[in-house]
């Protein structure tokens, strides 16, 4: 009866913490059956977004077209044959290479509608200036996957170019560029995985002074990855993924899973230290660090699964992914680690680094930071000042956000040194417009009668009038006749407002008043699918921005019993977001101009990345605030003033939240050295944030504002107290009859 009653008195955390230290081998075994259950799921294979689902709005719309009247999509591709020294292409050689490059791709028997520019009726594939000439044709089967495909087609196209060294002769298409990204991000993230887990091994290792400890974290993130992984393989089937999902997943994974174990692990080593025993240091661990653990993952959760709001593809993989990963590590924390804690006992302190172990041990059972002692003294002391100049220099650093533009990065996200992408630029220079064209998809009876082909003329003729688009165009139909896809190049590069005003034209006025007067238009491409995303995320992001913090305020409502607390949290965090926001385009748009990172070329951010970093950093954030919300307001209900507090529980969590940021922003810091543009963006935005949020914000600002504000940072109305029931292993705060001295 007795223990019926201890147990009723414990928190869930609590009871999973001692579940586990109890029951061990199960719990162990349990871990390693869903282990390998994932890795038997993960070669099912997750089902792929469609290029419908990516896309919203009238894209959407013409891409179901597409796939509803049975149109095979073709990878469009093109070859670039320039003069090098500034001479006509119009001679004897041009055409001749020409001619060699429409038999070479040909025999390879892998595309189909070669068009060579000298042939009657290709004029249109000449440049202006006549120095260049395009060889077009499209890749047979499907385009998603003509990129696996695209090799004997690139092996031809050098062999001619090797033949006619004074002519510069290049390809670039959807294949060709899908083919460098995939090689380039395939290549980035091996490196990535090679540098960010062993580098998180030597962090922890430093941090801990023993092997086995620095293992742990490591083997439980990486273990939750894998476990992630494939449940999200399972998940895709009823949502699918898009091809980044894997790679939130290993970077959010990497970090929240050893964040989640640092907070457990340091929690339970110091209760080892103050004298009682294994077993009741993991207890004790589970019922402090483990409340916190779960309060900030379910934070996260919800945040992650808010993206789903938006109603876009991009987001349900990332959400999905995130999501899952993140629950996964927080049961790990909860109920593997004290298993394998109580195991291993003391045990867990072996192989130490020679008298850095010694010091680390004699430091723990001092349980304070001198360091952070020293950091903090001054926001105690001087909290408005302190309050001040630490907002004042966040919101500094987040007013360039103020001018932050967005657009679907495209091929634009490979680095500028890809041979591909130097073609990509050479064709926009030679002829004024993007290579990825906009697509007017048609829908009629029978698009091949001659209203339709006179209605397509009138498109063509009226879109080149404009100046705004330009040649080549090239009408595609489907073998029913139902369909139709005219290929308009717009000026531009494809993101900026030169594009989007062409796009504008294009839908506004010239479709409408040619090829929509007798059918149905819909008009599609990488330009129109960048601002159809911006528009759909523009209209649903406040209700996730909403959403989130709604939450996150209830959350912290419920676990804090205080209004102010929620409220402080929410503003800092935002604070942190926006000055990341604003590094973000101070390095990648100008800014500033403070601030540069080689081999980054200003332009917009990549559309999904400022909604995502909204919800990451807020939920990541969390971590921390939930960590030093707990430790302080566990002071204050022992009996201590809200100053001395604040004091005690930054300078006993301070070492944890450093050495867990020192992790994440050396995990994100790998990314930001990724060839592709978006990885780039994300690993500084998310390094950024965390830097500030550990240092800036946790450091200074947090206890200068809570210094300021005094007992009203536990303030709860009365009728709100009585709404919010109690837990049974919440401690009742112990009244403090003396009044803080400043």
Known sequence: ???????????????????????????????????LFAIVAAGVGAKILSSSGELTGESAKAERMLEQGGFKRSAPEEILLQTRNG?????????????????AVGATGRVKNVRNPFAAGNAG?????????????????????????????????????AAHPQLRIEQFGQASAGKALDDTVGKDFARAEVISIPLTFV??????????????????????????TGLVTLTSHAFPIDSGANSMILLIGLAVGVDYSLFYFRRAREERAGGVSSHDAVVRASATSGKAILTSGMTVVVAMLAMLITGLGTFIGMAEGTAIVVAVAMLGSLVVLPAVMAKLGDHVDRLRIPFLGRKLERRRAEGESRIWAAIVRPALARPILTAAVTAGLLVLLAVPALHLRTASPGVTDLPRSIS??????????????????????????????????????????????????????????NPGHTL????????????????????????????????????????TGFTAASVDFNK???????????????????????????????????????????AAYGVLVSVFQGGWGIVHIPGVHHGPITAWLPLFLFVILFGLSMDYHVFILSRIREGHDQGLNTREAIRSGITHSAGVITSAAIVMVAVFSTFATLSVTSMKQLGVGLAV?????????????????????????????????????????????????????R
């Open 1 to 35: 009866m007795k223990r019926t009653e201890n147990t009723q008195q414990q928190g869930l955390t609590e009871r999973l913490g001692r579940w586990g230290a109890e029951h061990r081998a199960r719990a162990i075994l349990l871990w390693l059956a869903l282990l």
């Open 87 to 103: 001479e006509s292409i119009r001679t004897q050689s041009g055409r001749r290479a020409a001619h060699e490059l429409v038999t």
């Open 125 to 161: 594939q000449l440049s202006r200036d006549g120095r260049s000439a395009l060889v077009l044709f499209s890749m047979t089967g499907k385009a998603e996957t003509a990129k696996n495909r695209v090799q004997p087609v690139l092996d031809a196209v050098d062999r001619v170019a």
């Open 203 to 228: 962090i922890l290792w430093l941090a801990f002074a023993a092997l086995v400890a620095a293992l742990l974290p490591v083997v439980l993130a990486l273990s939750a990855i894998v476990i992630a």
């Open 420 to 477: 591909v992408i130097k073609t990509y630029h050479r064709i926009q220079q030679a002829y004024g417009a993007n290579p990825a064209p906009a697509q007017v998809v048609i829908s009629a009876d029978n698009v091949d009668s001659k209203p339709m082909h006179a209605a397509i003329a009138d498109l063509e003729r009226k879109a080149l009038a404009t100046g705004e688009m330009h040649d080549p165009v090239q009408v595609d139909v």
């Open 484 to 523: 139709a896809v005219v290929s308009i190049p717009l000026a531009g590069d494809g993101t900026s407002s030169t594009s989007e005003h062409a796009l504008q034209t294009l839908r506004g006025s010239v479709v409408p008043n040619t090829v929509g007067r007798v059918a149905t238009a819909q008009v």
């Open 536 to 578: 759909q995320l523009g209209s649903r992001a406040p209700l996730v921005f909403a959403f989130v913090l709604g939450l996150a305020f209830l959350l912290l409502l419920v676990t804090f019993r205080s209004l102010v607390i929620p409220a402080t949290a929410i503003v800092l965090n935002l604070l942190s977001v926006g």
């Open 689 to 741: 944030a965390i830097f500030l949020d550990a240092t800036l914000v946790r450091g200074l600002l947090l206890p200068a504002v809570m210094t300021l504000l005094g007992e009203h940072n536990w303030y709860l109305p009365r009728w709100l107290d009585r709404l919010i029931t109690r837990r049974p292993d919440e401690p009742k705060p112990v009244p403090v009859p003396v009044a803080e001295t």
